[in-house]
């Protein structure tokens, strides 16, 4: 069983009117969790609790640092859209990611639990330890890319095209 996936929530604002904000988790190379519960989120109860262990049901939404999460094939929806808590998941016009609202604690544990098996499955990390919190637009670098591959470094006819060979002249 993982950690708490409370243990993973970090507050980054407060405003009177948007209500609070907390960090994303990254888990993997691919998905991105964000729990959130404020008097503006879909969450109970929908206020500002200080203690984050107080909120019975939170706001949860994924999506995928690369692709739409529910891009066939390569979207990591194709994984975790067969389990019990996707339900009650769906996707919010205009976004890229699957969102659940008044999700209960215990289900909200289980989503947290079910990326993280996702991520190990798909290689995409070997422990709990390289779950990150990151900014809602922090840039995300992919495993190809970390290691030099991928669209970075001239990957994807991004980089630099070989100079054309000047054609032979015919006289």
């Not at 708490?4 to 980054?12: G, K, L, N, P, W």
């Not at 008097?39 to 200080?50: F, G, K, Q, V």
């Not at 996707?86 to 989503?111: L, S, T």
């Not at 995300?140 to 630099?160: L, M, V």
């Amino acid at each position: 069983m993982a950690k708490d996936f409370r243990e993973f929530v970090v507050e980054a604002s407060r405003h009177e009117q948007f209500g609070r904000w907390f960090k994303e988790v990254q888990v993997g190379m691919k998905v991105v969790i964000s729990f959130q519960a404020s008097d503006t989120h879909a969450c109970e109860p929908a206020e500002i609790l200080d203690d984050i262990y107080g909120y019975t049901q939170w706001e949860v939404s994924l999506r995928q640092t690369n692709k739409g999460i529910d891009a066939p094939k390569v979207g990591a929806w194709t994984f975790l859209k067969n389990n019990v808590w996707a339900k009650k998941f769906d996707k919010p016009e205009f976004q890229r990611c699957m969102a659940g609202e008044f999700i209960p604690v215990k289900e909200a544990q289980q989503v947290f639990e079910d990326v993280i098996d996702y991520a190990m499955k798909n290689d995409q990390m070997k422990s709990e330890d390289e779950i990150r919190i990151v900014e809602p637009d922090e840039e995300f670098k992919t495993k190809a890319a970390a290691s030099g591959g991928g669209c970075g470094g001239g990957g994807c006819g991004g980089g630099k095209k070989p100079a054309k060979k000047p054609a032979k002249k015919t006289q």
